[in-house]
């Protein structure tokens, strides 16, 4: 089994900017693809990014591109999301997804517990 841990949520004007972190533990040798989804309320939950362990290959949903951006020290088995130029509409609670090696975090096999980020206009 894998945990994921989120935190760096919190509350933002629009415009400024936030860092979530994740940190993986268990069983992390059999994680490649790490992600980020979020679920405002009301809303479906939508992959918002995702990043490979192997090749740093980085993915992002056309509403945040230009504006987050992911990372991942693999040394700390943790993947990072800077957020920046926050807007309301990127209110919602943000989780932390893992695939195991050879899947696609799209479909993930291990979600966070999630952390909620609000924008305030």
């Known amino acids: 089994q894998v945990q994921l841990v989120e935190s760096g949520g919190g509350l933002v004007q629009a415009g400024g900017s936030l860092r979530l972190s994740c940190a993986a533990s268990?069983?992390?040798?059999?994680?490649?693809?790490m992600g980020w989804f979020r679920q405002a309320p009301g809303a479906e939950r939508e992959f918002v990014a995702a990043?490979?362990?192997?090749?740093?290959?980085?993915y992002y949903a056309d509403s945040v591109k230009g504006r987050f951006t992911s990372s991942r020290d693999n040394a700390k088995n943790t993947v990072y999301l800077q957020m920046n130029s926050l807007k309301p509409e990127d209110t919602a609670v943000y989780y932390c997804?893992?695939?195991?090696?050879?899947?696609?975090?799209?479909?993930?096999?291990?979600w966070g517990q999630g952390t909620q980020v609000t924008v305030s206009s």
């Open positions: 990043i490979s362990g192997s090749s740093g290959h980085t």
């Open positions: 997804a893992a695939a195991i090696s050879g899947r696609t975090v799209v479909r993930p096999d291990y």
């Open positions: 268990g069983r992390t040798f059999n994680i490649d693809q």
